[in-house]
């Protein structure tokens, strides 16, 4: 009786407040969420950074990318020179257009120099670029600003976990960055961070406000002899990492680094990105 004296109160309180009351059942905050969800899925964006296809020409890298399910790219030097004149760029964008790949950023780009921070920022304007992934040294984070707000573009650092001695997490280039431009971000490669024994889902969600890109792969052990392996044959706990994605509202590109059988990678990143894909359709 308690029971169905609840239910008649509900009832009676609904109509009091009004018909439009009505139209909402109780579950309609879970209804909302997982609406939520699936077009965060549906937006979600895939891409490949170019240093996965390093032994390959341009063209052809862009085609294996195509072969994947993919049409989002950054471009490593091999594939577009730092030094490359102002045509050259403009023919390496063309290219992509034709054949349907969205080149948003260049990296990793090393910057060591005032000369070489010029030489990137003159680049990635070239190529009408979102942003940068960097790896600027920290004397010439303060020069790297200036030149983020003049140019208006993006700089998301890489950090290369255990060894590297400028950024080893996404922690160490956060501190640097936090209170400066806020086009000044991380681009977070989850492998290094799993190697040096981080959580890439709590780092994910603990600097979130700053992350513009994310390089995804697999380790075989949280080690710093770990080794890039196929998504879903390492470490890497995915379904919580990219429940971690879905949840935070990411709005950058997932782009598979994936550096195993350089001269042979097309099985192994299309294993990764299948997993990727299957993971997504089961949250």
Do not use: W
Request: hydrophobic letters at 40%.
């Amino acid at each position: 009786m308690k029971a169905n004296r609840r239910n008649f109160l509900k009832r009676t309180s609904a109509g009091v407040l009004g018909i439009g009351a009505l139209s909402f059942p109780e579950m309609s905050h879970a209804a909302m969420a997982e609406e939520t969800t699936v077009n965060m899925k549906a937006e979600l964006k895939l891409g490949v950074a170019s240093y996965t296809l390093r032994e390959f020409t341009r063209e052809k890298a862009l085609d294996m990318t195509l072969r994947c399910g993919l049409n989002r790219i950054t471009f490593k030097s091999m594939h577009l020179p730092l030094d490359s004149g102002a045509h050259t760029i403009r023919e390496a964008v063309a290219q992509c257009k034709k054949k349907g790949v969205v080149l948003y950023g260049a990296g990793v780009v090393y910057m060591k120099t005032e000369a070489e921070v010029d030489q990137a920022f003159e680049y990635a304007k070239t190529a009408e670029l979102d942003m940068i992934v960097g790896v600027p040294s920290h004397d010439l984070l303060d020069y790297v600003e200036e030149k983020v707000k003049s140019y208006d573009i993006k700089l998301a650092i890489h950090n290369h976990g255990p060894g590297d001695k400028v950024y080893p997490s996404a922690e160490s280039a956060y501190v640097k960055i936090k209170d400066r431009d806020k086009r000044m971000g991380l681009c977070i490669d989850i492998g290094h961070t799993q190697r040096i024994k981080r959580d890439p889902s709590q780092d994910l969600t603990q600097f979130f406000d700053r992350v513009f890109d994310i390089h995804l792969k697999d380790v075989t052990a949280s080690e710093h002899d770990g080794q890039t392996c196929i998504i879903g044959r390492g470490v890497i706990d995915f379904p919580a990492f990219l429940k971690t994605v879905l949840k935070l509202g990411y709005q950058g590109t997932l782009a598979l680094e994936y550096e195993a059988e350089g001269d042979d990678p097309l099985p192994g990143m299309m294993e990764s990105i299948g997993y990727v894909k299957g993971i997504l359709s089961t949250l």
